[in-house]
């Protein structure tokens, strides 16, 4: 063993608290800073570690035919406590993972500030870490501190990459008009909640309805930009809707509105749009608007979305905002294992690595954890396979991608290495059935990793 000095852990979102368990079960002390409530920040509306901003899904829990369902599997598989808590506190979702925002925190941040090994150091780490801790994990995802984020650009000599991220607003259950709106998962998929429902509540909009909303939204009025957040590139995975409109009347209706998979109970007909939303709480008392972040102002926002039929008396538990995302050149400046190349004592994990996404987000963070506390227990460094969701995900943003093109990445199949899989008769299996080979494939490679660093720990 090199050292038994706390590895710091800066940030205590989903990559920091990943990390911080991940260390502590190895056997090491961990010192988890977090800013909040000393400071806080345009998106955070309280100081719970593991907080959810912008959604309370997790996406897809089907590990046979979804990339992000595996990376899930393969983080329960590892030990990780936000897959723990995020199984013990989940809400129906149909086939997605959905947590109860507040007690999901909760249980997390009780977990961790139990931990025998963990310290939570509520304070800000404003620039670089001091010389003399020999490890650290910057987890400060897309909100870090200006003074750190400054460091950091001095540091790398690289200017930090931005793009702006929306939140979608949520609704209380009650004041949804459910003469108009119905339950119903698209095709029927996903478990069915108490009372014979789907697990997502619908509101369907006519070709005429649709347009008028179109007219309105194109028209509302939109939040102003700072001058230092003008020319900011949104990320594609998470436009406002407004920004979607701009693209074509029609682009809604083929994206979060779009209706395929549902059909009105009372018509048996097919809605030219339909907006969904899901549920947002352990007691089913607030909905969240999928798909609709924006930046529209608060008051524009609950005069446009009233506009949708079953909303039209909707009362908000939180309306829309928006907040700047930054993310270093990951490609360029980390090594295999996270480190920085121009100082190695320091890591980085989560958001702020350029992976998108929550589950990515801890996942980074899980791995984070691992390499900092075999490196302080002087083991071999083994990198999960490429032929893995966390070895994809890995790969991806220290070295996969282009540098001179990096954005952000959620992950997916595309990243993983090509299987040659054939039927009976020769020919290549592809489609949805190629992604059943590629998550069996990956199932069994991160248990062999898991396995091997096992056996180096003993």
Not at 62 to 88: C, F, K, P, T, W
Not at 100 to 129: C, Q, Y
Not at 317 to 343: C, E, M, W, Y
Request: aromatic residues 6%; charged residues 25%; negative net charge.
């Amino acid at each position: 063993m090199k050292t038994q000095q706390p590895i710091h852990i800066i940030g205590g979102g989903l990559a920091g608290s990943e990390a911080a368990w991940q260390i502590a079960e190895a056997g090491i002390p961990v010192t988890l800073h977090e800013m909040r409530p000393v400071r806080t920040t345009e998106a955070h509306k309280t100081a719970g570690l593991a907080e959810l901003v912008c959604s309370n899904s997790f996406r897809s829990d089907d590990a046979d035919y979804n990339a992000v369902g595996l990376l899930h599997a393969e983080m329960r598989r590892a030990g990780s406590l936000i897959l723990a808590q995020a199984d013990a506190h989940r809400v129906p979702a149909g086939s997605a993972l959905a947590v109860d925002r507040e007690s999901f925190s909760a249980a997390v941040e009780k977990h961790l500030s139990e931990h025998p090994r963990i310290e939570i150091a509520r304070e800000e780490v404003a620039g670089l870490p001091p010389e003399d801790w020999q490890s650290v994990i910057i987890a400060t995802g897309p909100l870090t501190s200006p003074a750190l984020s400054e460091d950091v650009r001095r540091l790398t000599g690289e200017d930090s990459l931005a793009f702006f991220d929306a939140i979608a607003p949520i609704v209380h259950r009650e004041s949804i008009n459910m003469d108009v709106a119905w339950f119903q998962s698209r095709y029927d998929k996903g478990a069915e909640v108490e009372g014979g429902g789907a697990d997502y509540i619908n509101c369907p909009m006519d070709k005429t309805q649709y347009e008028a909303f179109i007219h309105a939204l194109r028209t509302s009025e939109k939040t102003d930009f700072k001058e230092w957040e003008k020319n900011t590139p949104y990320f594609e995975g998470c436009l406002p809707i407004e920004v979607m409109a701009e693209r074509g009347v029609e682009t809604l209706a083929h994206g979060p509105m779009k209706p395929v998979g549902l059909r009105d109970p009372r018509t048996g007909q097919r809605s030219h749009a339909v907006v969904q939303l899901r549920q947002d709480n352990t007691l089913g008392t607030l909905f969240n608007m999928v798909g609709f972040q924006t930046k529209l102002k608060h008051g524009a926002q609950a005069a446009l979305f009233r506009m949708i039929p079953g909303l039209e008396n909707a009362e908000f538990a939180r309306l829309g905002g928006i907040h700047r995302n930054t993310f270093i050149n990951s490609p360029k400046l980390l090594d295999g294992t996270l480190r920085l190349k121009v100082q190695p004592r320091l890591r980085f994990a989560g958001q702020i690595t350029g992976c998108e996404g929550y589950v990515e987000s801890a996942a980074v963070g899980l791995m984070a954890g691992r390499f900092a506390a075999a490196e302080c227990l002087g083991l071999p460094l083994t990198l999960p396979p490429p032929t893995t969701a966390m070895g994809a995900i890995l790969g991806h943003i220290t070295g996969g991608a282009d540098a001179t093109t990096f954005q952000p990445m959620n992950v997916n199949f595309g990243l993983f290495p090509d299987l040659d899989v054939r039927d009976p008769k020769g020919r290549p299996i592809k489609g949805r059935d190629r992604k059943k080979y590629l998550s069996q494939r990956a199932l069994a490679d991160i248990d062999t990793w898991l396995g091997l660093a096992k056996v180096a720990a003993e």
